[in-house]
Nanobody, 115 residues
């Protein structure tokens, strides 16, 4: 069974940074596009970023472009999301997922941006 375990969330002040990690196992990580999605309090899931199997191709939702960077280490089966210049509206539960609709996803890591 696919396993995705996110970590790295926490409380950060506006303008701060966090780096999320997602440890993947029980599937061939290097063969899949991987995704970060998030769910803000009281809202639905929204796609944040995608990365191609080799890590060359990336894409971002407009409101994180220039602030977030997705990357992966296929040797470590790990996905990352570097988040800079965080805003209160970035507060959400962040999931890594194996598909854009997050049908297969981890349990999430909570990011809270607040002063």
């Amino acid at each position: 069974q696919v396993q995705l375990v996110e970590s790295g969330g926490g409380l950060v002040q506006p303008g701060g940074s966090l780096r999320l990690s997602c440890a993947a196992s029980r599937f061939t990580f290097s063969s899949y596009w991987m995704y970060w999605v998030r769910q803000a309090p009281g809202k639905g899931l929204e796609w944040v970023s995608s990365i191609s199997p080799g890590g060359v191709g990336t894409d971002y939702v407009d409101f994180v472009k220039g602030r977030f960077t997705v990357s992966r280490d296929n040797a470590k089966n790990t996905l990352y999301l570097q988040m800079n210049s965080l805003k209160p509206e970035d507060t959400a539960l962040y999931y890594c997922a194996r598909d854009k609709t997050a049908t297969v996803r981890g349990k999430g890591t909570l990011v809270t941006v607040s002063s």
